[in-house]
């Protein structure tokens, strides 16, 4: 959510009685990324049951603010995806994808998210280890804050305060972990 995105905010946003039938099995796929970037501020999210059947995926959960997006340059003036030169996303002379627009804000920052119900399951015949849960903030000011992780469970594993699959910088506060994973 909210990565390629140039808007002020994603506010009071609910995502609920969610089947994900085949989810892929791919190195760098997260199957929540809370991504603000530019100025975005990111607050009062809701996922709440939501079930993910597929092959273990690399992260569970992963939000990282971003000052900017990798790759891209803000511009004053948008105009067309027809980029010809410059450093593009995709490299020198690359088509679109290589300019955004910073739209004023107090971001990025992730504030006030619940996770509820959520639940994966399905083949694991990944050989790698998925499942992190990446709470990473920039700072003091840009930060992640009021998380609550309420009976999710990866692949039948818990995910709470214990689980070595949770990772958080300094700049995450007030994370709470609520229940225990759904059977």
């Known amino acids: 959510m909210a990565t390629e995105s140039s808007c002020p905010a994603f506010r009071n946003f609910t995502a609920r009685n969610i089947d994900v039938i085949h989810f892929p099995d791919r190195d760098r796929v997260q199957i929540f ?8 501020s990111m607050e009062n999210l809701c996922f709440e049951n ?34 010809k030169t410059g450093p593009g ?20 920052y992730i504030h006030n998210v619940t996770f509820r119900n959520i639940y994966t399951y399905g083949t694991k ?5 998925g499942g992190t849960v990446l709470l990473q903030g ?15 469970s990866y692949y039948g594993e818990p995910i709470n305060a214990l ?6 910088n ?7 972990f609520v229940g225990k994973h759904i059977e």
Not at 125 to 129: E, R
Request: charged residues 20%.
């Open 125 to 129: 015949n990944s050989p790698k280890a």
């Open 89 to 108: 996303r995709r490299g020198p002379g690359s088509c679109g994808y290589g300019e955004f627009v910073v739209v004023p804000s107090s971001g990025p």
């Open 50 to 83: 939501i079930r993910i059947n597929g092959h273990k995926p690399y992260n569970l959960i992963k939000m990282t603010p971003a000052l900017q997006l990798v790759g891209t340059r803000p511009i004053e003036k948008p105009r067309p995806n027809n980029i």
């Open 163 to 168: 689980s070595e699959k949770v990772q958080m």
């Open 33 to 40: 990324w809370l991504h603000p970037t530019g100025e975005m």
């Open 170 to 176: 300094d700049f995450v506060k007030h994370v709470q």
């Open 138 to 152: 920039i700072d003091d000011k840009y930060n992640i804050s009021g998380v609550t992780f309420e009976n999710v």
